[in-house]
C-alpha cells in the first residue's frame, strides 16, 4: 500500500498517464493513416479527451509536488477518463444499434475552439459513425476504449483515495498532542 501511495505522489505516475495517452493518440492515428480506418465524430471527440488527459498528465509530471496541484490534476484526468468513456459508451451503442444517437460529419464545436480546423491532421472528421475497426482479443475499437477508460478511472480513483487518506493521516499526525 505504501509503494502505491508513493508511485502516486511521483512524476512516474503522470509519465505512465501520459505514456497510455500518447500510446492511444498513436494507435489511433496508425488505424487512421495507415489501415485507412478514417474518424467519424466520435472518434474525434474521444480523441480530444485523450488529448487532452495527456496535457493534465503532462503538465502534472512538470509542476513540482504540491497536493493541491495533485488533488487538482487527479480530478481533472478522472474528468477526462470519464469523458472519454462516455464517448467511447455512446460510440459502442451507435455501432451495436443500441439507444438513439446518431453522429454528424462535423466535430461540433464552438466557433471559438475550431480545434478540426488548426490541427485537421489530428481531429479533423472524415467519416459517418458506424462500425469501429476490430482491435487486439476481437474487441472493436468501441470496446477497447469503454476498457481503457474504465481502467483508467479506476486507476485514478485509487490515486484520488491514496490522496484523501494520506490527508487524513497528516492531520492526524498534526493535531495529535506530543
Known amino acids: 500500500m505504501q509503494s502505491l501511495e508513493t508511485l502516486f505522489k511521483s512524476r512516474s505516475y503522470w509519465l505512465m498517464i ?26 474525434i471527440q474521444a480523441r480530444l479527451w485523450v488529448f487532452a488527459l495527456l496535457l493534465v498528465s503532462m503538465t ?6 504540491n497536493r493541491v496541484l495533485r488533488l487538482s490534476g487527479n480530478l481533472l484526468a478522472l474528468a477526462c477518463a470519464l469523458g472519454l468513456g462516455e464517448r467511447a459508451w455512446f ?9 438513439n444517437g446518431s453522429c454528424e460529419f462535423q466535430l461540433g464545436m464552438p466557433d471559438w475552439f475550431a480545434i478540426d480546423q488548426w490541427f485537421p491532421s489530428l481531429f479533423e472528421v472524415r467519416n459517418l459513425c458506424s462500425f469501429t475497426p476490430e482491435m487486439l482479443f476481437g474487441l472493436s475499437m468501441a470496446e477497447g476504449l469503454l476498457l481503457i477508460a474504465g481502467l483508467l478511472g479506476v486507476f485514478i480513483s485509487c490515486a484520488l483515495v491514496s490522496h484523501q487518506m494520506a490527508g487524513q493521516a497528516e492531520s492526524r499526525s498534526t493535531s495529535a498532542p506530543g
Do not use: D, F, R, T
Not at 501520459?18 to 496508425?30: C, T
Not at 502534472?60 to 509536488?65: D, I, R, V, Y
Not at 460510440?91 to 439507444?99: A, F, R, T
Open 91 to 99: 460510440l459502442y451503442q451507435l455501432e451495436n444499434g443500441i439507444g
Open 18 to 43: 501520459a505514456a497510455a495517452s500518447l500510446a492511444m493518440l498513436v494507435i489511433a492515428l496508425y488505424y487512421q493513416y495507415v489501415l485507412g480506418e478514417e474518424p467519424c465524430q466520435v472518434c
Open 60 to 65: 502534472l509530471a512538470a509542476l513540482p509536488k
